[in-house]
């Protein structure tokens, strides 16, 4: 289950809270649509990444860094750098992941699965913020000059995976940083910069593992 977690670093955020006002339900229904309209506008962006993770079964945080590609509405291209690298790559119809150093690939056919599915399907509304009231509860406040937003999966598919995600937005409409609450009480911190809109080719999103790395189907054929 922690490899679907991958796909939060596409849409979670933790800012620090400081004065944050909560919006009204119109206030709130109006800057969705404002942050559907920019992601209309702006389908594709790029990032680079440094994440913490924090695991009950850990002393210490782990830290790595990396960057991001995405393009509405579910195409990303995430890559982790540093001493644990890998690839996770969704070209809207496969998802791929490759960890270099141990040679293996693991390969995922969307469509086929209903929870794998409704997943990517709900992980990236947070990013383009399409259809996210139909898998989250969702709140909004002001911060800063910005906007935080948290989203509580309604299913308890998605519970399983997620307890809470938080997406901290600058006045524009670009990710800052991201906050991800696990089941068992993990935590995942993802700040961004360099956030910009750019024009992503379609090269961008497959990937070909090399000959002789292993690649396996954990959901099956």
Do not use: W
Request: with cysteine; hydrophobic share 35%; net charge positive.
């Amino acid at each position: 289950m922690s490899r679907y977690f991958l796909l939060l670093s596409l849409c979670l955020a933790l800012v620090p809270i400081a004065r944050a006002q909560q919006l009204s339900a119109d206030e709130e229904k109006a800057l969705l649509a404002k942050l559907r309209d920019h992601r209309a506008q702006f389908p594709a962006l790029s990032a680079d990444f440094s994440e913490e993770r924090t695991t009950r079964l850990l002393n210490k945080p782990l830290l790595s860094s990396g960057t991001l590609a995405f393009h509405t509405p579910n195409k990303f291209r995430r890559e982790l750098k540093g001493g644990s690298p890998s690839a996770t790559v969704c070209n809207g119809s496969e998802r791929r992941i490759f960890y270099p150093n141990f040679k293996e690939a693991e390969h995922y056919t969307l469509g086929r699965r209903q929870f794998f599915d409704e997943s990517i399907a709900a992980l990236t509304a947070g990013v383009n913020f399409q259809d996210v009231e139909k898998f989250f509860r969702v709140t909004a406040s002001h911060e800063g000059a910005g906007y935080r937003i948290t989203l509580v999966p309604k299913t308890s598919g998605l519970r399983r995976i997620l307890s809470r995600l938080t997406v901290s937005l600058n006045a524009d409409g670009m990710i800052e940083q991201t906050d991800a609450t696990l089941p068992k009480g993990d935590r995942v911190l993802t700040r961004y910069k360099n956030v910009r809109a750019s024009k992503q080719s379609d090269a961008k999103f497959d990937f070909t593992p090399p000959p002789d790395a292993h690649v396996s189907t954990p959901l099956g054929n």
